[in-house]
DNA sequence: AAGTCGGGGGA
DNA sequence: TCCCCAGACTT
């Protein structure tokens, strides 16, 4: 069980200890949903920038529910999985059709809207709504398991649907908002992964049992991770004068949506890749090396091998999936995942 | 319950 | 290198 003592020591060291985070400066229901989606999986400090960029492009949320998806898409950029935003544009057009615009202050029908789970519905419905449910995050697990020493997997469903199920019973009716905010702050400061722990600056130091039993080095257990896949890829660079080809990626699936360089399965020789160009209704005049590269997703990792295709002039310019754009008039335009980072400079520089 | 989905920063 | 991050969704 988690003690309700925890509950006044943190808010207490909440009031003292919490960061000025932009989110935290007007927390309407749409900025605190904004914050959360864009926190997901995601450090404060790669959030900062893209959340007030995001603001300033899109202030409403009628202003999501309408906007274009390449531009939508160009302000997550980055950021990475990317179904968040898109998820999150659902829901904006159901909120302006259904609830007139505003999110619903009611956890159940937070938690209907697509990209709203049952941490980011509690998140919302405490801190913009002031409504007691429970916001159980990684960190808010980490912190809970040391507290009570729990020796379970915290990746486990089950340790989750209980932790929410406990904190529901001690949370402060009047702050509850403050009290989750309290329990993440505490996970990100002071109560950290691994053995970076600083028991010393910690306001439950005192009922902490795995503190009392020096087991804060090993808790919280977490259940081993399956190894990435490797996947090999022969990126192209198709060139025609100052224009490159990019392509849109699928609606589903790993990047979808994104834009990105033609590109292969596996290394092909450079008379495959000719070939490949040639059915992309191109003439290639030159073909040149460039450099590898790698990039790593959570679950698989591209190795990639670069080459620039020179190309005859077209005259049917866009077709084949193909868009050809200028080096110049494309900037900020087409949204461009970062594993195509080490290729992408051909585009932004003179190279 | 397991797999999919990004990217970066720090040890 | 590996780990982890204010998770959600699909299978």
Redesign the pocket.
């Known amino acids: 069980m988690i003690p309700r003592e925890i509950v006044q020591p943190l808010l207490g060291w909440f009031y003292e200890n919490k960061?000025d985070?932009p989110?935290?400066r007007e927390p309407s229901a749409y900025h605190v949903w904004l914050?959360?989606?864009m926190?997901?999986?995601?450090?404060?400090?790669?959030v900062k920038e893209y959340y007030s960029r995001f603001l300033d492009a899109l202030p409403e949320i009628e202003d999501l529910a309408a906007c274009p998806e390449t531009r939508l898409l160009k302000l997550w950029?980055?950021?990475?999985?990317?179904?968040?935003v898109r998820?999150m544009q659902k829901a904006a057009r159901t909120v302006v059709e259904h609830y007139g615009g505003a999110l619903p202050p009611d956890y159940e029908q937070l938690?209907e809207?697509?990209?709203?789970?049952?941490?980011?519905?509690g998140?919302v419905a405490s801190i913009a709504f002031g409504i007691p449910r429970p916001?159980v995050?990684?960190?808010v697990?980490?912190v809970i398991a040391r507290i009570t020493e729990n020796e379970e997997d915290i990746?486990?469903?089950?340790v989750k649907t209980k932790t929410e199920r406990e904190l529901a019973e001690i949370m402060p009716k009047n702050a509850p908002g403050d009290f989750n905010?309290s329990l993440?702050?505490l996970?990100?400061l002071v109560c950290i992964?691994?053995?970076?722990a600083k028991c010393g600056a910690c306001p439950l130091a005192e009922l902490c049992l795995a503190r009392k039993h020096d087991r804060v080095m090993e808790l919280p257990k977490?259940?081993?991770?399956?190894q990435?896949?490797l996947e090999k890829r022969t990126v192209l660079l198709i060139q025609d004068g100052e224009d490159f080809a990019i392509r849109k990626r699928e609606k589903?699936?790993?990047?979808?949506g994104?834009y990105e360089f033609p590109n292969l399965e596996g290394y092909k020789s450079q008379e495959e890749i000719l070939e490949y160009v040639r059915e992309l209704s191109c003439q290639p005049v030159r073909i040149q090396t460039l450099t590898q590269a790698k990039?790593?997703?959570?679950?698989?990792e591209w190795e990639m091998k670069g080459y620039r295709v020179l190309i005859e002039p077209r005259e049917k310019r866009n077709t084949d999936g193909l868009l050809f754009v200028n080096k110049k008039e494309t900037k900020g335009k087409y949204p461009i995942?970062?594993?195509f980072?080490a290729y992408r400079k051909y585009l932004e520089e003179d190279i």
């Open positions: 960061r985070l989110w935290r914050s959360e989606i926190l997901q999986q995601t450090r404060v400090e790669a950029e980055g950021l990475g999985y990317y179904n968040r998820n938690l809207l697509p990209g709203i789970g049952s941490y980011t519905a998140a916001a995050d990684g960190n697990l980490r990746l486990k469903q089950s905010q993440m702050e996970g990100a992964p691994n053995g970076m977490k259940a081993g991770k399956k990435r896949r589903k699936g790993l990047l979808a994104m990039h790593i997703f959570s679950h698989v995942p970062a594993a980072a």
